[in-house]
């Protein structure tokens, strides 16, 4: 390993974008495990209609660009895990345990045999909408190099192209494995329209990280916060517009604050950022009902901060995605550890065995970048056999730690303790020296707010049906007020009426959780 380039890196910041797979953001790069061979389309790449009963009708991946109607997105791909069953082994599938698919079709009669069902799963989800012709969109693919921010750091820094989300399935338990290893008592959690209706109720990396003398932040663009419903000591620890200037170990932090803890050399030890923003057309988020324009200008505002801060040189910036949204990718994913080492089954609906999961299985790859003066260009996962996922993220961090003993190494389930660390990306392109020849990018565009403050017409107009929806999930969690318990109904007439509920919630969470430690002294 390294040693002169990984001591270097003492502060980490991920920036986790919502819901694309690997193919699409990077398989078209040369070198990669992705759609081409020898820059010719890989013929083994396609997908049946009806993977069950073949016929002349493969649908390949094609080709979009930034702007393009293909990318136009008006609602998103089924990436429930039922759906995402089907992607990977075929309709039918009911299940994994053990690693094993359960009553999934015969290999035979699948073809191709892997990842088989995204085009039967989803084809004409956008049939006949205007601004997205194509009905087989999930096979679509960013041609290189499309994409001017995201494009340009892949080839200036380390891609990753065997790398996983933690399990099949939508944004609540995958978000919560980043968060803390495990998706505790939400489960599966596969209802995409309501969302976690309660916590996850488990240890999470940043009371890890606090017990074990570290700092860390977590920032966001003003829409959906993960701590809402990972547990309710996370959930207090909310930012004070009113506290002091610096404060540290607390969420909620305006994105804002970002950009000046950068310049003034304050970072935490370990920041994440959000990427949702609930201003109409400017949702930074990535997720597939809105464009990558305003997710690649917040990347950018970001990474140059980073890039003329003083933390430059002791930070590693981490670009990733909370699973793939049901777009195609052609590797099949691997087996893992469950978090648990009993290995419990988890099914859906709750309290049945229509559908059954024990956690030994990974979801589909997602595409990461690893940013860092000490790192060459490289593509690390599938050159060297190896393959991470976003809990490898944790256990870099868990092994950063003041007092971390390799023989005994912090963790917080199984699967973290297990995940390879992306620690060896420094044994691989490590630097002997910090390099100059960085990438400098375009300048990004303003984005109203997050890095200009949003208009008066902005916070008027409705939010997008997607930050609805996601609002609505974030929030169905939190403890402390009428509403809590139960799915959010009321209508939000405007950007700002859904911000003045979201408070709301928030600041009644605080209350109930304060109200109850009191009593308990």
Known sequence: MSKPALDNITNVIVIMFENR?????????????????????????????????????????FGITPGSSEQTYTTDYDHEFTAMLVDIYGPGTTGVLSGSPQNNPAPSTLSPQTNSGFVAQNQGSFSGQPNYPNQYSVMSYFEWPSMPVFHTLAQSYVVCDNWFCDMPGHTAPNRAFMHCATTGDIGICDDDKVGPTNMVNSLTIFEQIQKNGATWKMYWPGSNCDTNWLNEQVVSQRYDPDGPENQTNVTEVPIANLFTDLQNGNLPFYSFIMCWNDIWGEDTSMHPSSLVEPGEALLAKIYHAWLESPHCLNTLLVVTFDENGGIYDHVVPPGSFAPDSQNPVSYWPPDTDTYCYDFTTLGVRVPVLLISPWLSPGILGSPQGVQFQNTSILRFLQDMLPGADPRHPYHLTQRDLNAPSIASAFHYFGANAARTDVAKLKPARPIPGVTVAPTEAQLAAKPSPLIDKMSRQYLAALPGHADSGKPVTRPFASVSDMRAYAKERSDAAQAYIAAKRMAQR
């Open 21 to 61: 797979s690997f193919d699409h953001l990077l398989g078209a790069m040369p070198g990669v495990n992705g759609l081409f061979v020898n820059q010719s389309p890989n013929p083994g790449i396609y997908n049946y209609v009806n993977p069950l009963s073949p016929q002349n009708n493969a649908q390949t991946p």
